[in-house]
């Protein structure tokens, strides 16, 4: 099926130990997001990605890296994870948006439920 | 910086009833685009709707249809002839036009349930 694919589903980590989410869509889309979802603050952007080979830091960056392997995939890396970093994560792709014209909406995976106890 | 607010935290109707979710947001700009998105217990975020700024028309969708007021920067969704799917969390989200990349602006959501 067509869309975006983010893995695992579920994930809990110790504090201190690293791991990588990954996340593909089959789009074709140039932008690439990942967000966390935490309860009664709506979604945070955590870093983004253009087009592919760049990548910028969206409004909570702090303890998160990520990678642009290529057009279709876009990976998180929590190198050592802390407690403040239980959320649920989502990634998401969009089509190119040019001056003057019509924004496209975003295409969301299903979303990481992590755990860090 | 441009901000997003959906001042009402939970609601609550039945079955068949209309309700109106509410969503003001802040920016400068005179170009956007504004976005209803449903995540129902699957947690997968569905869009349900969005507005150009540079329409006067709102937008409508089947059952949803949006209220557009740019002078008051209002932005709210009417679900008419509710039914139980609608059960979700709504986000009302912003975006400007961009260049090369692409930002949505959030709001905290309002969580929606149908009675039966």
């Known amino acids: 099926n067509a869309g975006v694919t983010q893995t695992p589903k579920f994930q809990v980590l110790k504090t201190g130990q690293s791991m990588t989410l990954q996340c593909a869509q089959d789009?074709?889309?140039?932008?690439m997001y990942w967000y966390r979802q935490d309860p009664g603050m709506g979604l945070r952007l955590i870093y983004y990605?253009?087009?592919?080979?760049?990548?910028d830091k969206g409004e909570v960056p702090n303890g998160y890296n990520v990678s642009r392997l290529n057009k279709r995939e876009f990976s998180l890396r929590l190198e050592s994870a802390a407690p403040s970093q239980t959320s649920v994560y989502f990634c998401?792709?969009?089509?190119?948006?040019?001056?003057?014209?019509?924004?496209?909406?975003?295409?969301f995976g299903q979303g990481t439920r992590l755990t860090v106890v | 910086a441009q901000t997003v607010t959906q001042s009402q935290p939970e609601m609550s109707v039945q079955e068949a009833e209309t309700v109106t979710l509410s969503c003001t947001y802040d920016?400068?700009?005179?170009?956007?685009?504004l976005f209803w998105y449903k995540q129902p217990p699957s947690r997968q975020m569905i869009l349900v709707i969005r507005?150009?700024?540079?329409k006067q028309q709102n937008a409508t969708e089947n059952r949803f249809s949006v209220n557009f007021q740019k002078a008051a920067k209002s932005f709210s969704l009417k679900i008419s002839d509710s039914q139980l799917g609608d059960t979700a969390m709504y986000f009302c989200?912003?975006?400007?036009?961009?260049?090369?990349?692409?930002?949505?602006?959030w709001g905290a959501g309002t969580k929606l349930i149908i009675k039966p």
């Open positions: 507005q150009e700024a540079y």
């Open positions: 920016t400068s700009e005179n170009n956007y685009y």
């Open positions: 789009m074709n889309h140039n932008s």
């Open positions: 990605s253009a087009s592919e080979g760049t990548t």
């Open positions: 989200a912003f975006s400007e036009t961009m260049d090369s990349n692409y930002q949505l602006i």
């Open positions: 998401a792709s969009s089509g190119p948006a040019y001056r003057g014209t019509m924004n496209t909406e975003a295409f």
